[in-house]
């Protein structure tokens, strides 16, 4: 059993920046991917970036591609989200997931249910 904690969320005027961690327990020698997602109100939740646990492959969402960075600490079972200028349209709950055995298809790690474990998430704000 995998448990994932969000924490660094809050409220920023458009512009602002914001740092997101998500601190992993349990059994994470089984990670393949970790990624962040969004949830708007009365939206989907999507993928904002992953990336790989073994190397340091990385993909982002094309809406926050150039303004946010995930990054990664092995040791420390850790994940980032770096996001720097902030647009109202990034306002959301942000939430972490890991994968944790591989699908029967690629790709998998594109989509909300290649993931096997979640985060309570995190609420970010952006005020214009």
């Known amino acids: 059993q995998v448990h994932l904690v969000e924490s660094g969320g809050g409220s920023v005027q458009a512009g602002g920046s914001l740092a997101l961690s998500c601190a992993a327990s349990?059994?994470?020698?089984?990670?393949?991917?970790m990624g962040w997602f969004r949830q708007a109100p009365g939206k989907e939740r999507e993928l904002v970036a992953f990336?790989?646990?073994?190397?340091?492959?990385?993909y982002y969402a094309d809406s926050v591609k150039g303004r946010f960075t995930i990054s990664k600490d092995n040791a420390k079972n850790m994940v980032y989200l770096q996001m720097n200028s902030l647009k109202p349209e990034d306002t959301a709950v942000y939430y972490c997931?890991?994968?944790?055995?591989?699908?029967?298809?690629?790709?998998?790690?594109?989509?909300?249910?290649?993931?096997?474990?979640w985060g309570q998430g995190t609420q970010v704000t952006v005020s214009s």
């Open positions: 349990g059994g994470t020698f089984n990670t393949y991917f």
């Open positions: 990336i790989s646990w073994s190397d340091w492959n990385a």
């Open positions: 997931a890991t994968q944790t055995r591989h699908r029967g298809y690629s790709g998998s790690h594109f989509h909300t249910d290649g993931y096997d474990y």
